[in-house]
């Protein structure tokens, strides 16, 4: 299995940005997508996820800001974020839960600044 990213860079405060990340390989019926992020010094955290069953988990953070979405064909997940704050800075990184196991992607720079 493996989680090819995209997206990420730099965006002044209040704006948006889209995260996508491809997942290839073999990909059991019932599996989960989402992303983590992680700043300096503080552990991966929850962003987002969506199971396979169209179940979604979102960090309090970004809610109401946040929406993560599939396209089931590719076997894809899509986080846009909007209204992005300073503190959403941080090193995103896209995971799958497949067969009981987390695979995960290389991270990618999101950074909000002005």
């Known amino acids: 299995v493996q989680l090819q990213a995209s997206g990420g860079g730099l965006v002044q405060p209040g704006g948006y940005l889209r995260l996508s990340c491809a997942a290839s390989?073999?990909?059991?019926?019932?599996?989960?997508m989402g992303w983590y992020r992680q700043t300096p010094g503080k552990q991966r955290e929850l962003v987002a996820s969506?199971?396979?069953?169209?179940?979604?988990d979102f960090a309090n953070s970004v809610k109401g800001r946040f929406t993560i979405s599939t396209d089931d064909a590719k076997n894809t997940v899509h986080l846009q974020m909007n209204s992005l704050k300073p503190e959403d800075t941080a090193v995103y990184y896209c995971?799958?839960?497949?067969?009981?196991?987390?695979?995960w992607g290389k991270g990618t720079q999101v950074t909000v600044s002005s």
């Open positions: 995971n799958l839960w497949n067969y009981g196991m987390d695979y």
């Open positions: 390989g073999s990909i059991h019926d019932k599996h989960s």
């Open positions: 969506i199971t396979s069953g169209g179940s979604r």
